[in-house]
């Protein structure tokens, strides 16, 4: 796997030091300890409830955009609250509240009580607090001061000024500048207390180049669980080089030809097709319902020999990355696909417990006013032997796509759809022109059984995956090596 690495990186901080920022920031200011946590829960627990949680969270955020050579827009906000859920069998009671009060603690745990099945008040026992083991991938970083207001302008300034020496047919330049410092802390009815420092950055930036009065457009962008420094000089080269070559490769290209045909995969980004097209197949909560075309399928062969596809929560800095979940449960490497064998689904505690299995530290949520669903961190497909320019070789006739833009899935089907942004003609192994308009469709079972040659190259993407599902957007990781998957359906325009 490939990643960019800045030197002199933060000190890491240990699960005390994170369980005590957090207390600075969600307890203390508000009059609340432990034992304030501990009294809400057993409120809940009074009446029988299979799992509780409070979730806490403060973040801040701050974003700047730079159009037409002028930074147009800065933006800074502090949201912080805290969410309150009950669980019984599968049903979910869930308050949430932006006033973190001892009162509105007790508000929340009243009206979520009332999920239990039976209705009968009872005395619980305050469970025993256990401070919940974590990860250690990032600093506990607050990415906003890590630059002043003057260098984050610069910064911008610097990247339009590149992209636009670098070729006289870029005509326009967006960038965007994106830093949050999250932190969360979580309760559980069983005595865990876990808390998590999340800092995250993302630079991005647009181009437009323009030649005979056509118009076409190129991106790059990357960031992750760090501060402001990661996006050096070099970096900046690098993202500024891709974005004009995508925007100036359109301007050359034709339109693709449609039909069935082989399509090889360029890797890092378009992982997401991966992420899209089998990812959300395996999330716990569609395959318990029997919602997902792998649905019952663990040890079934579900993909072609070769084929090994991993969800990873624990890469360091990754922008998927977490050292906990956001129910406290410690981030796992999770083995879903091995050798082409079904091994497992992603797990949020309520599925995991309704299908007798262990969580896998994928419960996720957008904020403290959702509540947790199994959502994936950082999904790729393992490294195969294959050299990428013998897999490009080795299309008689077909599409080599190293980009991609939106794209979308039916989990019940498993079918997809994704928009190249960046594809190339290729016929008798040798790369003839630039395509547009391509689109790949195709079924994620059927696609994994296809995958014929995986190369030597997985490379994880730059750190700018946002993920979304049932109105919930988290940041998320893809990754893949170079793949050749033969029979999908290309739509084009010739």
């Not at 509780?52 to 403060?58: I, P, S």
């Not at 410690?330 to 299908?355: C, H, K, P």
């Not at 997809?416 to 079924?443: H, M, R």
Request: charged share 20%; net charge negative; with cysteine.
């Amino acid at each position: 796997m490939t990643s960019h690495t800045t030197s002199a990186a933060p000190r890491r901080a240990s699960t005390a030091e994170r369980l005590d920022i957090a207390r600075a920031l969600l307890l203390a200011p508000f009059g609340l300890d432990e034992s304030h946590l501990s009294h809400a829960l057993a409120e809940i627990r009074a009446h029988r409830v299979d799992d509780a949680d409070l979730y806490f969270q403060y973040t801040r955020s701050e974003g700047w955009s730079l159009e037409e050579g002028i930074v147009k827009t800065g933006s800074f906000s502090i949201d912080q609250g805290v969410g309150v859920r009950a669980v019984s069998g599968e049903k979910t009671a869930f308050a949430y509240s932006d006033d973190i009060s001892a009162a509105a603690l007790l508000d929340a745990a009243h009206t979520v009580r009332t999920i239990s099945a039976s209705g009968k008040a009872g005395r619980a026992r305050v469970a025993t607090q256990k401070i919940a083991s974590s990860r250690n991938l990032y600093a506990a970083t607050d990415p906003i001061a890590t630059l002043d207001s003057t260098a984050k302008v610069a910064l911008l300034e610097t990247v339009e000024q590149r992209a636009r020496a670098k070729d006289p047919r870029i005509v326009q330049v967006m960038a965007g500048l994106a830093s949050e410092y999250d932190v969360v802390l979580v309760a559980r009815a069983d005595g865990t207390l876990a808390a998590d420092v999340r800092p995250l950055v993302r630079l991005s930036l647009t181009v437009i180049a323009e030649q005979k009065g056509r118009r076409e457009m190129g991106s790059a962008g990357g960031g992750g669980r760090f501060g402001l420094a990661y996006f050096d000089d070099a970096l900046i080269s690098e993202y500024v080089d891709q974005a004009v070559h995508g925007a100036l490769v359109n301007l050359d290209a034709r339109p693709a030809p449609a039909g069935e045909m082989s399509v090889v995969l360029g890797p890092g980004w378009p992982g997401i097709l991966l992420h899209e097209a089998v990812g959300h197949g395996l999330e716990g909560d569609f395959n318990r319902k029997g919602a997902s075309a792998f649905s019952g399928r663990i040890g079934e062969r579900v993909a072609a020999p070769g084929v090994t596809v991993l969800d990873d929560g624990t890469i360091a800095a990754r922008r998927g990355s977490l050292n906990i979940d956001d129910e406290g449960h410690v981030s796992q490497r999770n083995v879903l696909i091995e050798d082409g064998i079904l091994r497992g689904y992603l797990q949020d505690a309520l599925n995991a417990r309704l299908m007798g299995v262990p969580a896998t530290g994928n419960g996720r949520r957008e904020s403290y006013a959702h509540i947790p669903m199994p959502r994936m961190t950082n999904t790729y497909m393992l490294a195969g032997d294959k050299e990428p320019a013998e897999i490009v070789a080795s299309l008689e006739r077909g599409l080599y796509a190293t980009n991609f833009g939106g794209g979308q899935v039916d989990i019940t089907s498993g079918k997809f759809v994704f928009s190249a942004s960046e594809a190339y003609w290729v016929e008798k192994g040798k790369v003839l022109y630039p395509v547009k308009g391509a689109t790949i469709i195709g079924s994620g079972p059927e696609c994994l059984q296809r995958v014929r040659l995986i190369g030597n190259d997985l490379r994880l993407d730059t750190g700018v995956g946002t993920c979304g599902k049932e109105g919930q957007s988290v940041p998320v990781g893809v990754g893949q090596p170079t793949l050749r998957i033969d029979g999908l359906t290309v739509g084009g325009t010739v």
